[in-house]
C-alpha cells in the first residue's frame, strides 16, 4: 500500500482562477495522482487531493525548487502569463515536464501582431489587418478605410485589450486611449487594426503534444455582464458546450485548417506547442470560418464547461502531451451538454467590494461549484475577486444542463451577487408564448398589474406572455368584464346543473377543464378565486397551478382577503404581505415561490392594508410568471427545484 501511494504524481498546478480550480478537480480525479499543489489558489483548491501552497510563480528558481522539493512530475500552467514570460523553457531545462507552450510558442497569444503575421504566412483563415507600432500612421490609414474596424492592443492585456468602435471618430478616440494615453500600457505600444467581422463566435480548444491536435468540443461564452449581451466586456459571465454553431463539418474545417495547420507552422518555425491551443473563431456568413484569435492555454469559463465532459483522465492526457505520445491515447468526451453560470460581485467589472460572506455552496446539488474570486477567512467563505463563482450543470440536453446550473446557482448567495439568466440564449430555440389562463371570482384588480405589465411602453412581454383566456364561478364577476376590455376570452361556468343543483367539487372543475381545453394553457393563475379547487384538478396541474395569498404564508393560511387583513391587525403584526405558492390539495399549503412584504403602520385600516397588499400581489405575480416561463425554457428553477 506504501509503494502503491509512492508510486502517484504529485502535480503542480499554476494560477487561481475558475479555470484553475475546474484544472485541479479534474486531475484530482485520476487514480494516478496523489496530490495536486495549487499555488496560489483560491477558497476552492483545498481539501482531499488539493492542496494551496505559498509560492511566488514569478520567481522561476523558486517554483523549480517547490518541485523538487514537493517531487512534482508535471507542472500544469493555467494562466497566460507566466507562459508569456518562459516559466515552461525553465522548468523544462531543470528536467519538470511542463503542461503548456515553451516561450516562443506562446507568443501566438503574447503578440496579436506576431499572431497575425503568423496567420498570414501559414494560410490559416483569418480578417484583414494591419499591424502599427507609429501612432500617426495608425491614425492616417484609419482616416483612409471606409470599414468598420476592430483595434487590438497587441500585447496582454488580460482579455481587455479590444475594442470595436462603430464610428471613424470613435476609432480616432480608442486608438488615442491605447497608443498614446496608455490605457493598456505597454500592451499597446503596438496594435493590430483588422476588419470588423460578422456572425456568430465559437470557442474552439484543442489538446496537442506539438504534432498530434485532439480538438475538443465547441463552446461559446458570453463577454458582456448583462443579458441579452448587454453592458460591458468582462471576463466571461457563462458558458456552454457543445456549441450547435460548429457543425461537423466546420469542426472538420476548423480542425485541419485553424488548428492542426497552427500546430504543424508552429513546429516548423522551431516553436514546438505543447498544452491547448484555443483558437477563437468567428462563423461569418460569407467567407466562412475565421480566427479571431489564438490563446495559449484553457479559456475561462470554457474550462468549467469542456472539462466537465472530457470522459479521459486528464492527467493521462496532460502527460501524453508532455512526453509526445497524443496520438497513442484515445481522448473522449461525454455525449452530455454542458453549462455554467458565473457569480460575480455587485458592480464588476468596473469597482467592486470584495470580502462578502458567501453561503449555499454546500446546498448545491446536481451540479458543480467551481471557485474563482474567493477566499477562507474566519472560518468564512468569502468574496476576493471580481467574477466569484461559477456553477456547472451536466445533462442529456443542453436545457437539462442549464437547470441544473440554474438550481445551482439559486442556492448560493452573497450580497451584491449578480449572474446572467440568459446563458446559452444562442442556442435555444425561439421561445413561444407563455399561456396563461386566469381562474377569478373578484373584481381582478391583479390582473389588470399583469395585463399593464404586458401593455406598457417599451415591454417585452407581449412576445413572452398571453393570457389566453379567464374563467369565473360568478356571472358578473368584474373580472369577466375586464378581460373583454381587453379582448380576453371571458367565461362564466356555472355550479349549477341543469336542474339548479350545485354540482360536486370534481363535477365543477371538469366544466372548467372543458372551458380551458381550446386554450391549452401552460400554467392557470387563482386571482380572488373563491373556490376550493378539487384534488383531482390540483393533480392535472401539478407545478403549473398557482394562488396569490394576502399573507405571508404560513401565517393566516385558509383565510379569505378582508378576514386576513382584518387579522393581521388584531394580532398588532408589524408586517404583512402576499404570497405566491403552488396549489395543491391542502389549502395554502403548497410550495411557496415567491413572498413580498410590507409594514403595518398603527393607523392602518383592514381598507390601507389591503391596498398595500395588492399592490405586491401584482407584482409578485408578474416575477412568478417570469420565473415560471424561465423554468419552462429550462434556464431557471422555481423555487424548491421545480
Known amino acids: 500500500m506504501a509503494d502503491s501511494k509512492a508510486s502517484l504524481a504529485t502535480v503542480l498546478l499554476i494560477g487561481s482562477g475558475g479555470r484553475e480550480h475546474t484544472m485541479a478537480w479534474k486531475l484530482s480525479q485520476s487514480p494516478k495522482v496523489g496530490k495536486v499543489l495549487v499555488a496560489p489558489g483560491n477558497g476552492g483548491t483545498l481539501g482531499g487531493k488539493l492542496e494551496k501552497i505559498k509560492l511566488d510563480v514569478n520567481d522561476h528558481k523558486a517554483v523549480l525548487d517547490a ?92 482579455g481587455k485589450g479590444v475594442v470595436l468602435p462603430e464610428t471613424t471618430e470613435e476609432a480616432l478616440e480608442n486608438l488615442e486611449s491605447i497608443m498614446v494615453n496608455k490605457e493598456f500600457g505597454d500592451a499597446g505600444a503596438e496594435v493590430v487594426i483588422e476588419e470588423l467581422l460578422g456572425g456568430p463566435e465559437a470557442s474552439c480548444l484543442a489538446f496537442t ?64 506547442f505543447v498544452g491547448v491551443l484555443y483558437a477563437g473563431m468567428m462563423i461569418d456568413p460569407k467567407k466562412g470560418p475565421q480566427t479571431l484569435e489564438f490563446n495559449c492555454r484553457f479559456g475561462d469559463p470554457e474550462t468549467q464547461v469542456l472539462l466537465p465532459l472530457l470522459d479521459t483522465d486528464l492527467y493521462e492526457v496532460m502527460k501524453a502531451c508532455v512526453d509526445g505520445t497524443l496520438d497513442k491515447l484515445d481522448v473522449k468526451f461525454k455525449n452530455k451538454h454542458a453549462a455554467t453560470i458565473v457569480a460575480a460581485s455587485g458592480g464588476y467589472p468596473k469597482k467592486y467590494v470584495k470580502g462578502k460572506v458567501i453561503t449555499g455552496t454546500e446546498d448545491v446539488k446536481n451540479a458543480v461549484v467551481f471557485h474563482a474570486g474567493t477566499k477562507v477567512e474566519d472560518g468564512n467563505l468569502k468574496t476576493n475577486g471580481g467574477r466569484v463563482l461559477a456553477v456547472t450543470g451536466l445533462g442529456n440536453s443542453l436545457r437539462e444542463a442549464l437547470g441544473n446550473a440554474y438550481s445551482g ?216 410568471i417570469d420565473k415560471f416561463r424561465r423554468y419552462m425554457l429550462g434556464v431557471e428553477p422555481m423555487r424548491g427545484g421545480c
Open 409 to 624: 446557482i439559486d442556492k448560493i448567495s452573497f450580497e451584491g451577487m449578480q449572474y446572467r439568466r440568459d446563458i446559452a440564449h444562442r442556442a435555444l430555440p425561439p421561445q413561444r408564448q407563455l399561456r396563461v389562463a386566469v381562474l377569478g371570482s373578484t373584481r381582478g384588480t391583479d390582473l389588470q398589474a399583469i395585463i399593464d405589465k404586458i401593455h406598457e411602453p417599451g415591454s417585452k412581454d407581449p412576445s413572452k406572455i398571453d393570457v389566453c383566456c379567464v374563467v369565473s364561478n360568478r356571472s358578473k364577476a368584474g373580472i369577466l368584464e375586464r378581460a373583454k376590455k381587453y379582448s380576453i376570452p371571458a367565461h362564466f361556468v356555472s355550479c349549477k346543473d341543469e336542474e339548479g343543483k350545485t354540482v360536486s367539487r370534481e363535477q365543477y372543475d371538469e366544466r372548467v377543464e372543458e372551458a380551458l381545453k381550446p386554450y391549452k394553457p401552460d400554467l392557470i393563475l387563482l386571482i380572488g378565486y373563491m373556490r376550493i379547487v378539487s384534488g383531482a384538478f390540483c393533480k392535472r396541474w401539478e407545478r403549473r397551478l398557482l394562488n396569490v395569498h394576502p399573507s405571508l404564508l404560513p401565517k393566516y393560511a385558509g383565510g379569505m382577503d378582508g378576514d386576513v387583513h382584518e387579522a393581521v391587525i388584531k394580532a398588532g403584526d408589524k408586517e404583512t404581505g402576499c404570497t405566491v405558492h403552488m396549489v395543491e390539495e391542502k389549502v395554502d399549503a403548497g410550495e411557496i415561490i415567491i413572498q413580498k412584504s410590507c409594514s403595518v403602520d398603527s393607523k392602518d385600516t383592514p381598507e390601507t392594508l389591503k391596498a398595500k397588499v395588492q399592490a405586491l400581489e401584482g407584482e409578485a405575480l408578474i416575477e412568478s
Open 209 to 272: 503534444d506539438g504534432t498530434t491536435v485532439i480538438i475538443m468540443p465547441a463552446a461559446q461564452d458570453h463577454k458582456r455582464i448583462f443579458e441579452g449581451d448587454k453592458g460591458p466586456n468582462t471576463g466571461g459571465m457563462g458558458a456552454y458546450s457543445p456549441a450547435p454553431v460548429l457543425t461537423p463539418e466546420l469542426r472538420e474545417f476548423v480542425l485541419k485548417n485553424v488548428l492542426q495547420k497552427a500546430v504543424d507552422g508552429l513546429r516548423k518555425e522551431g516553436r514546438r
Open 67 to 158: 518541485c523538487k522539493k514537493h517531487g512534482v512530475s508535471l507542472v500544469a500552467v493555467g494562466p497566460e502569463a507566466p507562459l508569456a514570460v518562459g516559466i515552461a523553457d525553465f522548468l523544462t531545462k531543470g528536467g519538470v515536464g511542463v503542461f503548456g507552450p515553451q516561450k516562443n510558442a506562446a507568443e501566438i497569444e503574447a503578440s496579436k501582431a506576431f499572431s497575425k503575421d503568423f496567420m498570414a504566412r501559414h494560410n490559416i483563415p483569418t480578417a484583414e489587418y494591419k499591424n502599427f507600432t507609429d501612432y500617426k500612421e495608425a491614425q492616417a490609414y484609419l482616416k483612409a478605410i471606409k470599414h468598420k474596424v476592430v483595434i487590438k492592443a497587441s500585447g496582454l492585456a488580460a
